[in-house]
């Protein structure tokens, strides 16, 4: 689990039993013949079901699809709850700097189980904990209060923070965001921390460190952290492109730029956070697929072909492909620097993506 640098981590990892939290079903990573992920039930197998509850790189998958829970059997959808695994969760509260009396905001309580790790941090009192499912909001609040902890649990849309029990000196999300919302920054105290998980459309989870001053946030991607998504920050993904099309060349292989793995994507998805893709077809004819938030605008790139003068098919008013390859030879000069050289600045006139120093931005 690695050294713990917040000395309050050490005894309240110790304090607070995961199995407590954790229900006596979940999905598991294992899926079937079918890709339906398998159910872990602890009165059939309590050894499996505890060996996966302290794997410390296991999520326990509690919901699919908005409503599904494990006692269905077997599932394929989407996850939409889950406890986070112990690496992140130990990670992301490293990186929170908690100190005993800081009053924190939480945003996903799920099962409870980090908020009654936070409990022991800062107290229960000084602990908002928001959770927008109901069922999941009363369940984790149960177990809360089971557990002997008594924070502030709120069911709602953490987005909007929570007011009446604001100003907080630390936010953490256990959901991920594609935007910062305002309500974090006005509810915060000068010096506040703010942690979250970071999707754009082009790549998920990244881990984005801000702190709040004189109403705006600012600071650095840390590190990795894959969560589902806030409910409503999900993509629509709609590809509704006009039946004009132009063809052009391409002036780079994509293999240059694509399918070399999640820290260049992630690095990418900074400049262009608005902008999917996806690979379709296989061999020869395989393809790459970008979108913007609209749809109207798409980009088919061939690899077969690339170097061809019509390896790409744009529809819409942006050329996307023409959009990532300046991305890509923008971030080549400057000396390809790693994503956590990269930073967000918040402020009223709203986003600016910078490199090493806040005034040096890339993208506004
Ligand atoms: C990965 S789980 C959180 C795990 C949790 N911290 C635990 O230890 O059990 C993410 C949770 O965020 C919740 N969520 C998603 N969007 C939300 C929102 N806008 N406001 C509050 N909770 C949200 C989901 O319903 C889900 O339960």
């Known amino acids: 689990m690695g050294a713990f640098r917040s000395p309050w981590l050490r005894p309240a990892f110790e304090a607070v039993d995961r199995e ?22 602890k ?40 406890i986070s695994a112990l690496d992140i969760v130990f990670e992301k509260l490293n990186q929170l700097e908690v100190e005993a009396g800081h009053k924190v905001l939480h945003i996903g309580t799920a099962s409870g189980y980090d908020s009654a790790l936070l409990c022991e941090g800062v107290g229960s009192a000084n602990l908002t904990t928001i959770e927008f499912d109901p069922v999941l909001a009363a369940w984790g609040a149960k177990n809360l209060e089971g557990a002997g902890y008594s924070p502030t649990a709120i069911c709602g849309d953490g987005l909007d923070g929570w007011a009446p029990t604001a100003p907080y000196d630390r936010v953490i999300a256990t959901a991920a965001v594609r935007s910062i919302p305002r309500q974090w920054i006005e509810q915060s105290k000068e010096g506040a921390i703010i942690l979250a998980p970071f999707n754009t459309l082009y790549a998920r989870g990244g881990l984005l460190k801000l702190q709040v001053r004189e109403g705006t946030a600012s600071g650095r991607f840390v590190g990795g952290a894959c969560y589902m998504w806030m409910r409503s920050h999900r993509p629509e993904h709609r590809i509704n492109p006009g039946d004009e099309s132009r063809k052009e060349a391409s002036p780079i292989d994509p293999d240059e730029i694509l399918g070399r793995g999640w820290v260049l994507d992630f690095t990418m998805g900074l400049y262009l956070p608005d902008v999917s893709f996806a690979h379709r077809g296989e061999g020869e004819s395989r393809q790459v697929q970008l979108w913007d938030r609209s749809g109207t605008s798409v980009a088919i790139v061939n690899y077969g072909d690339w170097w061809g003068d019509n390896s790409v098919t744009l529809y819409g008013s942006r050329n996307l492909w023409g959009e990532l390859v300046h991305a890509y ?35 506004s």
Request: glycine letters at 10%.
């Open 329 to 363: 030879s923008a971030w080549r000069n400057v000396g390809q620097p790693h994503y956590t050289r990269y930073g967000l600045t918040v402020d009223s006139a709203g986003e600016h993506l910078w490199l090493d120093e806040p005034s040096n931005v890339i993208r």
């Open 43 to 82: 009165a059939a197998d309590e050894d499996g079901w505890r060996r996966t509850v302290w794997n410390a790189h296991r999520s326990l998958i509690m919901q699919m699809n908005d409503a599904v829970g494990p006692e269905q059997g077997p599932f394929k959808g989407d996850f939409s709850s889950s």
């Open 20 to 41: 407590v939290f954790a229900p006596e079903m979940f999905w598991g990573y294992d899926t079937d013949d079918d890709g339906r992920h398998l159910v872990l039930n």
